[in-house]
């Protein structure tokens, strides 16, 4: 169903709306916005965490862990926290009805992805905060860079999501098509094991992936050189790609 830009006061009032609706849930501001600081301070709390290490280029695990746990709260708002909401509006009918009123679905689609995106960077800035302050990680030593990678980081989870919910007719099955993702993108993440420290072969796999690129940039701007083009390129190539499935494949109803 083609659908035409909503004026700017009605999409205003959708993204406050829409803003009050996801400030009355605790589970998903926790997940996105709380939880990767949390996963960050346990971490943190275990002295062999703390240790310089000849392996990471003397650098500690806990070093490697704040990009790791920004990436998590990426994560956890594109496939647990978005998909839900939006294939819930479309199984109820709410985009479909939207569609006879000034205010379009579209409206409500971006005010979905300016809410998640604005919740995971404040999650990015709380990581990197408590980082520096609780174990003295070292910030971004090349700022524009760790800006660069972590805005295409964004696009590239919201893209995902986006996929999930596009592919996805029920809330029941994006949360399940979510969760499927979920575990493969927390591991090319480095959730589990560091990209940085894992074998030569399956690293370079794994930069391959959305997030793997993601944190290979993020790791290159840290150490103050501006992200490599063959990261950056994947980030770029991964966010048209899904973009475009994304949009292909969605129904308003």
Known sequence: MASTPAPASAARA?????????????AALFWVMVSPTVLLVILGLIPSMREVSADLGGRRVIDLYVPVAVLFALIMAGLQAMPPVLAGYRERGILRRMSATPVRPAALLTAQFVLHAAAALLSALLVTAVGRTAFGVALPAHLPGHLVA????TAGGLALGATVCAVSRTQKAATAVGTAVFFPTMFTAGVWVPVQAMPDTLRRIVEYTPYGAASRALDEAARGGWPGP????VMV???VVLTGTAVRRFRWE
């Open 150 to 153: 972590l805005v295409l980081a």
């Open 237 to 239: 190539l991964w966010t």
């Open 14 to 26: 959708v993204l406050k709306a829409e803003a009050r609706l996801f400030a009355r849930e605790p």
């Open 230 to 233: 063959v990261a950056l390129g």
